[in-house]
């Protein structure tokens, strides 16, 4: 057996592990960070790049302490902890300031609303930034450790900027010169890259964010090893001293002076786990999730072994992302989140009843929570997303692209259905045929006006950031008009596990006692959400994640000692 010594030993090769790891190595610590998977980046690498700091100086939008401790008061509801909130509303500017100045991490300002913009606290812009765009050739040889982004959001592998600047012109590319251009010397680019390198290497969003963590990592001399998942922690003397390893086929041994952090990623893929947790799997229903299959609850097991607990105590378990199916042939399947289509005028998500049951325009967080609970006294918990062939060939429909791209092999491989009229879309569906139809009238009788008179869609900031604002007077609402119409079958995803390990405002593990575990530390996924089990706004996982990484690496590298002592959070009414 091999035997490696440090002063912290990271687990997992995330955002939040990595921003530990940095901090801490900052700060003038031995890091060793190991990772599961073959490749480095985590969940990190699929998300959408974007961190909710309130606070932050990059927007150029004044902000109020008190107005962001008030909105996730009302987001958190019982949850709410106040000494982590004040913690990440201090501490969150400083972490993006320093890893702005000390790291290859840079990030843009974002115009993205608060989820929730008209509840007290909450603002129109200012909160969410983004991580500014890389090229991983920086990364040398390493480059090829880099987890992909998620198949199904990119073009023949070609990443889109989280903005609608860009996602703008791929709309618009059959109707404007501009636009035809500047796609056209995307795709140039892209094509270059495939033939060079066999990746895109202009990556955006997510993928850009773990490429610049993993670039700032081993500038500063980090070990990450890939392929060495951790699988049992080390005990001597009442403390957390390391863990045990497999490397290939043989064991490691890491002896860690200071502490172990838990950085795994939660439990998305913990099948026994969720079946508990979450409330559509209990009942029978499918859960499909988008991010790594690695992420199977690797941390809290190895901590629960050890006294900690993870308790199923939040408003929502995860952050609910409906997705749908993409067949990739052999039985297999990728999942299609859904992020753009449903804020598009003209798509509708309705029941197997055939009824809409929320502003489909609302987060998917929002959406997800309404169809679990729509479908509370079914077996499925699924929606299908309706359109016609005129929104189709405008914005796509989840897998399925707008125009002129070619619709054939999603209609026979039976992802996209399509029907000459609603009748017959709907017995392909297995959708109540009357009641589509009589939806689809109902519907047009206010969406002619640019009205929702049922759910309100396009009443918020948030709701029309992602419409088209060309559609006027609702940017989210237009008719359904003439077939052929078509839909989408969408299940139940997520984007990382809320619930987690207790611990302490500074990461440690508490134990069942309330008690810290000594020299066990938890971050990323791994750690209970400060959120309450809500989701108040575009990235409120990687702001709090890497904020308590850069607070859980300075704690232990001897900073913010007084932070706060073991022992659970004050929770609020």
């Not at 795994?264 to 409330?279: E, V």
């Not at 047009?444 to 009205?451: D, I, Q, R, T």
Request: proline residues 5%; aromatic residues 8%.
């Amino acid at each position: 057996m091999n035997t490696l010594t440090c002063d912290v030993l990271v687990i997992g090769a995330g955002a939040g592990g990595l921003a530990t790891a940095i901090t801490a190595k900052q700060h003038g610590l031995d890091v060793l960070v190991i990772e599961k998977d073959d490749c480095f980046g985590g969940t990190t690498a699929f998300s959408g790049g974007v961190l909710w700091i309130p606070g932050n100086t990059l927007t150029g939008k004044r902000d109020s302490h008190d107005a962001a401790l008030c909105y996730l008061r009302n987001e958190a509801g019982a949850c709410f902890e106040r000494a982590e909130v004040e913690a990440f509303l201090r501490y969150g500017p400083q972490m993006v300031e320093f890893f702005e100045r000390e790291t290859a991490v840079k990030f843009v300002p974002t115009l993205y609303p608060d989820y929730h913009p008209l509840v007290e606290g909450g603002v129109d812009v200012g909160r969410s930034i983004l991580a500014a765009p890389y090229d991983i050739r920086e990364l040398g040889a390493d480059m090829a450790r880099l987890r992909p982004p998620l198949k199904t959001i990119t073009f023949i592998g070609m990443m889109f900027n989280s903005s609608n600047a860009d996602l703008k012109h791929f709309f618009n590319v059959t109707r404007s010169l501009t636009s035809f251009f500047y796609v056209a010397k995307r795709l140039l680019t892209h094509l270059k890259e495939l033939a060079l390198y066999r990746r895109g290497t202009q990556v955006t969003s997510g993928n850009a964010l773990a490429a610049r963590l993993v670039k700032s990592a081993l500038d500063l001399g980090i070990p990450i090893l890939t392929g060495t998942p951790a699988r049992q922690l080390l005990r001597e003397g009442g403390r957390v001293s390391g863990a045990l390893a497999r490397q290939g086929a043989g064991e490691l041994r890491i002896e860690a002076r200071r502490g172990v952090v838990l950085a795994c990623g939660g439990f998305s893929h913990d099948l026994q786990r969720i079946g508990q947790a979450y409330p559509h799997v209990r009942r029978g229903g499918e859960h499909f999730s988008p991010v790594p299959a690695g992420n199977t609850g690797d941390g809290a097991r190895m901590a629960e072994a050890l006294g900690a607990r993870v308790d199923m105590r939040l408003q929502a378990a995860a952050a609910w992302m409906p997705v749908s199916k993409v067949p990739m042939g052999a039985g297999r399947h990728v999942a299609f989140p859904h992020l753009l289509d449903r804020y598009k005028p003209g798509v509708i998500g309705v029941l197997r009843s055939g009824q809409r049951f929320t502003n489909e325009s609302n987060s998917y967080h929002d959406v997800g929570a309404a169809l679990i609970e729509a479908c509370a006294d079914q077996a499925e918990t699924a929606m299908w997303l309706v359109c016609d062939r005129r929104t189709l060939a405008k914005y796509g429909l989840g897998y399925a692209k707008p125009a002129p791209m070619p619709l054939g092999p999603l209609l026979r491989n039976g992802y996209l259905l399509k029907g000459n009229s609603l009748a017959e879309l709907a017995c392909k569906a297995g959708i109540d045929a009357r009641g589509l139809e009589r939806t689809v009238r109902e519907y047009n009788l206010g969406a002619v006006h640019g009205e929702d008179r049922q759910f309100g869609r396009g009443s918020t900031s948030f709701n029309r950031y992602l419409a088209d604002p060309q559609q006027q007077p609702n940017p989210c609402v237009a008719p359904v008009g003439d077939g052929p119409y078509f839909a989408v079958k969408v299940v139940m995803g997520d984007l990382g596990t809320f619930d987690g390990l207790r611990t302490s405002v500074v990461g440690e593990v508490l134990g069942a006692d309330q008690r810290a575990i000594a020299g066990l530390y938890a971050v990323g996924n791994d750690r209970a959400s400060i959120m309450g089990g809500n989701y108040p706004g575009a990235g409120i996982t990687l702001g709090p994640i890497m904020t308590f990484g850069y607070i859980t690496g300075r704690h232990l590298a001897g900073i913010d000692q007084g932070l706060a002592a073991a022992g659970p959070a004050q929770e609020v009414a």
